[in-house]
């Protein structure tokens, strides 16, 4: 089983539809979690992080974590065609430890 | 402050030859991180360097991979020899804390 798990996709919605992103982690003592838009032939870039339970809003995204189910999500609001990209879940597993577990992305698009 | 930089942008290379990767992290930054992306594997986490001393190497997939982080402000990777499968996005992040900022990375092709 892999550290962090995503739906590849590809995953369309129409614009301003809600995107829902999902993601499932192996590691019951994991502490941050992290998601990452990575447009095509470009670097990831952080777009928000969580550390409790519940729900954490930025603008038109919400970020859903439940340690319980091992289960974190982003949702994105009024989607634009701009949010079409691959969306990289992030755990950080090891507790005391930097290092980031990447999902392998869920590609999103945006249809006009 | 610039970001990360890496260089090249883009490496072509003959199978058997040296190729070494550099990255400049941002000022400040006391963790470097080398990730290697492929479609078929994604993000994979190769080394990462806090305070310039390597922390965990166990993501290097074999010997003929080298990491070195002589300063704060300079990071190689090294593959020698160079073989068709190393072929990807190779990836350099620095950070303060948890929050990555990552380069506009190195795409390697070995022919």
């Known amino acids: 089983q892999k550290e962090v798990e995503q739906n590849s996709g590809p995953l369309s919605v129409p614009e301003g539809a809600i995107a829902s992103l999902n993601c499932t982690y192996s590691d019951r003592g994991s502490q941050s979690f992290f998601w990452y838009r990575q447009y095509s032939g470009k670097s990831p870039e952080l777009i928000m992080f969580?550390?409790?339970?519940g729900d954490k809003e930025d603008g038109r995204f919400t970020a859903q974590l439940n340690k319980a189910s091992q289960y974190v999500s982003l949702l994105i609001r009024d989607s634009q065609p701009s949010d079409s990209a691959t969306y990289l879940c992030?755990?950080?597993?090891?507790?005391?430890?930097?290092?980031?577990?990447f999902g392998t992305g869920t590609r999103l698009t945006v249809i006009p | 402050d610039a970001g990360v930089i890496q260089s090249p942008r883009h490496e072509v290379t003959e199978m058997g030859q040296e190729v070494t990767l550099r990255c400049k992290p941002i000022s400040g930054h006391d963790y470097l991180f080398w990730y290697r992306q492929t479609m078929m594997r994604g993000l994979e986490l190769l080394i990462y360097?806090?305070?310039?001393?390597?922390?965990?190497d166990s993501g290097m997939p074999e010997d003929r991979f080298s990491a070195k982080m002589p300063n704060a402000s300079f990071s190689t990777l090294k593959i020698q020899p160079s073989e068709p499968r190393d072929s990807a996005v190779y990836f350099c992040a620095s950070s303060l804390g948890s929050v990555y900022t990552f380069g506009s990375g190195t795409r390697l092709t070995v022919v």
């Open positions: 969580i550390y409790s339970n």
């Open positions: 992030a755990v950080n597993i090891k507790t005391g430890a930097n290092n980031l577990f």
């Open positions: 360097f806090n305070n310039n001393v390597p922390i965990d």
